[in-house]
Nanobody, 128 residues
């Protein structure tokens, strides 16, 4: 059974940094796009950042550009999200997700419906 488990959430002051991790098990994720989404109270889940399976290309939502860094280790089936210069509007539950690429080399999904597997989420709270 495929499982994604996030860790690393917590409370941080505005301007601070936080590192989230996602560990995948039960499947081979070297050929899957890995992404992070977030959902704030009363809002829809939104794409934050993703990384392709074949060349490790990282693509961002505007909210993450210049502040977030995503890396993957296919040997360990893990991805890590470094979030810097955090803002109070970044308070949300952050979800790790995996999308099967089926060999597509330029596949960069940003819609939640394009992702096949999800973690349970980890809370990030940014205080002002």
């Amino acid at each position: 059974q495929v499982q994604l488990v996030e860790s690393g959430g917590g409370v941080v002051q505005a301007g601070g940094s936080l590192r989230l991790s996602c560990a995948a098990s039960g499947g081979t994720f070297s050929n899957a796009v890995m992404g992070w989404f977030r959902q704030a109270p009363g809002k829809e889940r939104e794409f934050v950042i993703g990384i392709t399976w074949n060349d490790g290309f990282t693509y961002y939502a505007d909210s993450a550009k210049g502040r977030f860094i995503l890396a993957r280790d296919n040997a360990k089936n893990t991805v890590s999200l470094q979030m810097n210069s955090l803002k109070p509007e970044g308070t949300a539950v952050y979800f790790c997700a995996a999308a099967s690429a089926y060999g597509r080399v330029r596949y960069r999904p940003v819609q939640s419906r394009e992702y096949d597997y999800w973690g349970q989420g980890t809370q990030v709270t940014v205080s002002s």
